[in-house]
């Protein structure tokens, strides 16, 4: 589960005067559709008695809406009288993906391997993430209300892979049949941004909480 929101969005404005008579406004608004809850498979390495090498793959969801309108106001006279004339068009962009997340960390425990009991544990490493079916779907309104829709597209994503590096902290219990259970929390740093799209990106400080089990 993400501690932080998997996509930043807002609302912002542009307007841009063309000329004395004429004005055009810009208006970009978005909207997160991520989920922070996601699923995988986790596995260890053990290279002494206290180190391990720590990996997995995990995937959830990710996406955004974005609307995007551009409003043209044209000053004139109508009869001698001042007025203004305005024209919008719209386009509706949905993009949706999902995200292979692929942590390696190298793991230090309390306690030996083999020693019994519950025992804490800190790690280090990178991690890769990547974008699996990544789509954009486009549809507009022009400035006379007709509609159209749907484009697909791939061309809303600044990368489709990334690397980013990894710390965490954990603990690990084992109950009598050998059965661990891992609760842990870990923060990544990515390098770069998956999304880069006017108000929506994705974030890249982030902080995950996760529950493992493992024989």
Not at 26 to 52: C, D, H, M, N, V
Not at 148 to 156: A, F, G, I, R, Y
Request: glycine share 10%; aromatic share 8%; charged share 15%.
């Amino acid at each position: 589960m993400l501690g932080l929101p998997a996509i930043r969005t807002g609302d912002t404005t542009n307007t841009v005067n063309t000329n004395a008579v004429t004005s055009i406004a810009t208006e970009y608004k978005s909207s997160p559709e991520a989920r922070r809850i996601g699923y995988g498979l986790t596995g260890q390495l053990a290279l002494t008695e206290r180190f391990g090498l720590a990996f997995g793959a995990y995937l959830r969801r990710v996406g955004y809406t974005l609307d995007t309108t551009v409003t043209t106001n044209v000053t004139g006279f109508v009869n001698g009288i001042q007025g203004v004339t305005s024209s919008s068009t719209n386009v509706h962009d949905d993009t949706r993906a999902r995200v292979l997340n692929v942590p390696f960390l190298l793991r230090y425990y309390s306690k030996g391997r083999h020693e019994p009991g519950p025992r804490w544990f800190a790690e280090a490493g990178g991690a890769f993430q990547t974008l699996l079916s990544p789509r954009t779907t486009l549809s507009s309104t022009d400035a006379i209300g007709n509609a159209s829709c749907c484009t697909v597209s791939t061309s809303h994503f600044a990368h489709r892979s990334v690397l980013g590096v990894e710390g965490g902290a954990g603990v690990q219990l084992i109950d009598p049949v050998g059965i661990r259970v891992v609760p842990e929390v870990r923060y990544t740093r990515w390098m770069n941004p998956l999304i880069d799209d006017n108000t929506a990106h994705n974030q890249r400080n982030q902080v995950e909480a996760s529950l493992s089990l493992s024989f």
